[in-house]
């Protein structure tokens, strides 16, 4: 079985700060990985995936995310926030043997002028 | 068109009437998702649709919920009997291959809001 936890429904950050989203997964196979975004009044967007090659993911917009095995975690990254990156963000999980993609429960974030 | 459309963008309906949503993935894409967005919640699976395979219905809630898909293209998701529950947004997805395992890029449209009253 699969799941996945975004740890903080809503985070705050001043523009220029560091943005750090957290997510753990739990799988029992080796795992893919995703980030999507979703901007106010949008649909939902591919922001990274991991699929078992480079552990470090750059991603659009200046994102990234590292894939951390031995802590089951995909945190996505971003070294200075801009206001347009207020969105809600989702973390999700799939693997390659026939498992559904699962989403997590999403975080807000918000940027402060 | 360009990417995944979705209609009606909002609907209102009263508890009990049946709706239907319909979703228009990218063109050439074998591969459709429904899913259910509610307030403070994560994306629920609903339902997919790969080629001409059985689709995999095990996200659907309860039996009021169905969905279709003709020719491999359009899709349409009905809610029989709605419920005051069923109030959420409702999203579709597409992408290239698909399989529920698969490291494709998902493709979503902007959304039906649901609102039972």
């Known amino acids: 079985a699969q799941s996945v936890t975004q740890l903080g429904s809503h985070v705050s950050v001043s523009e220029g700060a560091l943005v750090l989203l957290r997510c753990n997964y739990s799988?029992?196979?080796?795992?893919?990985l995703f980030w999507y975004v979703q901007y106010p009044n949008q649909g939902l967007q591919l922001l990274l995936k991991?699929?078992?090659?480079?552990?470090l993911v750059k991603g659009i917009n200046g994102f990234e995310a590292e894939f951390k095995k031995s802590e089951t975690s995909f945190h996505l990254t971003k070294p200075s926030a801009h206001m347009s990156d207020a969105a809600e963000y989702f973390c999700?999980?799939?693997?390659?043997?026939?498992?559904?993609?699962?989403f997590g429960a999403g975080t807000r974030l918000f940027v402060k002028a | 068109g360009a990417g995944v459309s979705q209609s009606p963008s909002n609907k209102v309906t009263e508890k009990g009437k049946d709706v239907e949503l319909r979703c228009d993935p990218i063109s050439g894409h074998t591969a459709l998702y429904w899913y259910r967005q509610s307030l403070g919640q994560g994306l629920e699976f609903l339902i997919y649709f790969q080629g001409n395979s059985a689709p995999d219905k095990s996200g659907l809630p309860s039996d009021r919920f169905s969905a279709e898909r003709t020719g491999g293209s359009v899709s349409t998701l009905t809610i029989q009997r709605t419920q005051q529950e069923d109030s959420a947004v409702y999203l579709c997805?597409?992408?290239?291959?698909?399989?529920?395992?698969?490291?494709?890029?998902?493709?979503f449209g902007p959304g039906t809001r649901l609102t039972v009253l």
């Open positions: 991991y699929t078992s090659a480079a552990t």
């Open positions: 799988s029992s196979v080796p795992p893919y």
């Open positions: 999700a999980v799939s693997a390659s043997f026939g498992f559904k993609t699962i």
């Open positions: 997805a597409s992408s290239l291959e698909g399989g529920l395992a698969s490291t494709d890029t998902q493709y």
